[in-house]
């Protein structure tokens, strides 16, 4: 089907023009709704980046331990494949920007550039064939003008000489031969305005023809194949926009098969023996609870060197029974707080040799009277007191840092944090040792090529390495240790058959007694807990002042520090303090290099002793 503008729409000129506008606008109108789909393909990018940034795992933080589970690692997986997936709307974006937009803009321009160059000639031309017509139109206004006064000097001509009164001498007198020359005259000025009346119709005739069969329909062929071209254009852009998505389609489907490849790399079973391995403790269960008879007490015979018989019978209770779970009962470890020795806090991170860390704390089996003894000391004491008034608030600092052997931590957790520092230490060789071997390559080059550089400047260097080297390889052989003692202990502990249950034996004829018996049963932190007598015994003296423990007005302070040195306090427990700080003192140094101060109502803990400088108040002090 062909059809040509110039012929067919030969007196639509202005109904063309408008059409051609229009194409502009819709050109404008495409291009904008392209705009529009680019921004909002490059929010949802921003928007699924955000999404998967908020849901990544933050660096020192407890969430990266999750992952070492298969659902986590498989839920990190998709939240990298999401990240993809939103890069591939980016890339959508930046091509309907670059091949559409950008390319559709440039267009439009040159179209209107072009439609105006058009619609400039089909004016032009449109002018000149208006003022070929007007010059007819007056030429013609002339001529007919001209014929009237000529038709009118010939009726008055004709009048003067058909009057049959009229004497020749009336006619020469009455002007008859000016009326004749004016008639003349006005008849050969219509013959002149015919000619030109005729010429100017010719002309027009020719450049009408020339107008309406060449110039317009040449210029309005122009106008169609720059709308042809326009609508093409058009056409290419909307193909060129199912391409740029049919693009990204592939490496969209990537994405998503690796979301779902994520999601079938879950294995439950695998999650479940992380479970164990990060929680199992390498404890033995608890055994069968032993028979207690209090009947016995009754036909007793009292023994003078009896502590517990010295200070009274003491009340039977449920609890004596169920102290003995101490898998489930926070209580043994108060008790075994008591029992042992005041520990320090965590010395600074400048303090500690290998030499001086401990191999666990475990402690030897103490009878029941020298723990009486120790009791009573720790109930009369003073200096004993305000360790117990400071015992709530500064528990996790003794207790909850740790030694350097993880002695703190149960046999299977202990054993895998040896390991984990072990594996640590090794890296941390091998990295001193590549560069030691690149300073010596270093080195041998120099020696060989000594405009290179100076050989002797490695060597400080080198002696550096060495020296860290030696103490990484001494800490090493020190964990390695830690690690086959842990091993072999626990060796030991699976090899041994659990002992009988019960300590009452039916079969003969002497009973057990179980408040004399020194019955020792290790306690999950490493410590042995004492018998039933002497268990029941503490935790009768222990509720004098349970209510003092749980319950605790704010130490008074004893003095002011002045801060020496700035000190990080990276230890739980601890509390930074900057150079030259002024602090208050609640609690003096007790000979473990630590003492206890505060900033404020709710910032306190412990500092080095000989990072401050103490100004005791006396008065405070004795109050």
């Not at 254009?233 to 489907?253: N, Q």
Request: charged share 30%; proline share 5%.
């Amino acid at each position: 089907m062909s059809c040509r503008w110039g012929t067919e729409l030969w007196d639509q000129f202005d109904n063309l023009e408008k059409h051609t506008h229009w194409g502009i606008e819709f050109v404008e109108k495409y291009t904008k709704f392209v705009k529009e789909r680019s921004e909002i393909e490059i929010s949802y990018a921003k928007q699924i980046r955000n999404l998967s940034k908020k849901y990544q795992p933050k660096k020192n933080s407890r969430e990266e331990d999750e992952y070492k589970y298969t659902s986590c690692r498989a839920f990190l997986m998709t939240l990298n494949e999401l990240n993809d997936y939103a890069g591939q709307h980016e890339v959508m974006a930046e091509d309907l920007t670059t091949h559409i937009i950008c390319e559709l803009t440039r267009y439009i321009q040159e179209l209107k550039a072009e439609r105006k160059s058009h619609f400039h000639d089909g004016h032009r031309a449109q002018q000149h064939i208006e003022n070929s017509w007007k010059q007819l139109e007056s030429s013609k206004r002339r001529f007919e003008r001209d014929c009237k006064e000529a038709d009118r000097a010939q009726q008055y001509f004709d009048k003067i000489d058909a009057d049959i009164n009229v004497t020749k001498a009336d006619v020469e007198k009455r002007c008859y031969l000016k009326a004749r020359q004016q008639a003349q005259m006005k008849h050969q000025v219509a013959e002149d305005s015919k000619n030109e009346y005729l010429t100017f119709l010719q002309k027009f005739n020719k450049e009408q023809n020339a107008h309406y069969h060449t110039l317009i329909p040449h210029i309005f062929q122009k106008l169609q194949e720059m709308e042809e071209k326009r609508i093409e254009r058009v056409g290419e852009s909307m193909k060129t926009y199912a391409e740029v998505d049919r693009k990204v389609l592939p490496i969209v489907g990537k994405c998503l098969d690796g979301m779902t490849k994520a999601a079938e790399s879950i294995e439950p079973k695998m999650d479940t023996k992380h479970v164990v391995e990060s929680y199992k403790s390498g404890f033995e269960p608890p055994g069968d609870v032993e028979v207690e008879d209090y009947s016995l007490s009754m036909r007793r015979t009292v023994s003078e060197s009896s502590y517990l018989n010295s200070q009274g019978e003491t009340k039977p209770s449920r609890s004596n029974s169920r102290g003995k779970l101490w898998p489930f009962i926070k209580r043994n470890k108060l008790m075994s707080l008591l029992a042992s020795p005041r520990q320090p806090p965590p010395l600074p991170p400048t303090s500690p040799s290998p030499a001086a860390v401990h191999n666990g704390p475990q402690s030897p089996q103490q009878p029941s009277e020298p723990l009486s003894h120790r009791l009573n000391e720790f109930m009369t004491s003073k200096h004993k007191m305000q360790c117990l008034r400071s015992l709530k608030r500064g528990l996790s600092l003794k207790l909850g840092s740790g030694p350097e052997d993880c002695s703190h931590l149960p046999p299977e957790q202990r054993r895998k944090k040896l390991q984990a520092k072990i594996n640590d230490i090794n890296k941390e060789i091998q990295k001193e040792m590549d560069q030691r071997d690149a300073l010596s390559t270093m080195k041998d080059v120099y020696i060989k090529n000594p405009h290179m550089g100076d050989a002797n400047s490695v060597d400080p260097r080198l002696e550096e390495i060495c020296q860290n080297t030696d103490k990484l390889q001494l800490d090493a052989r020190k964990y390695e240790a830690w690690l086959v003692e842990v091993e072999t202990r626990l060796a030991e502990k699976s090899d041994k058959h659990r002992p009988p249950s019960g300590l009452y034996n039916s079969q003969t004829t002497t009973p057990v007694n179980n408040n004399c018996a020194h019955v020792n049963r290790e306690s999950p932190d490493g410590s042995y807990t004492e018998d039933h007598s002497t268990e029941h015994h503490l935790k009768s003296r222990s509720t004098d002042f349970d209510d003092d423990f749980d319950y605790e007005d704010p130490l008074p302070t004893i003095g002011t520090c002045k801060s020496l040195y700035p000190f990080e306090g990276q230890n739980e427990g601890t509390i930074s303090m900057t150079e030259g700080e002024l602090l208050y003192v609640i609690e003096e140094d007790k000979g473990d290099g630590w003492t206890r101060v505060r900033r404020n109502e709710d910032e306190e803990g412990y500092v080095p002793t000989s990072y401050i400088k103490v100004f005791f108040d006396t008065n405070a002090k004795d109050s």
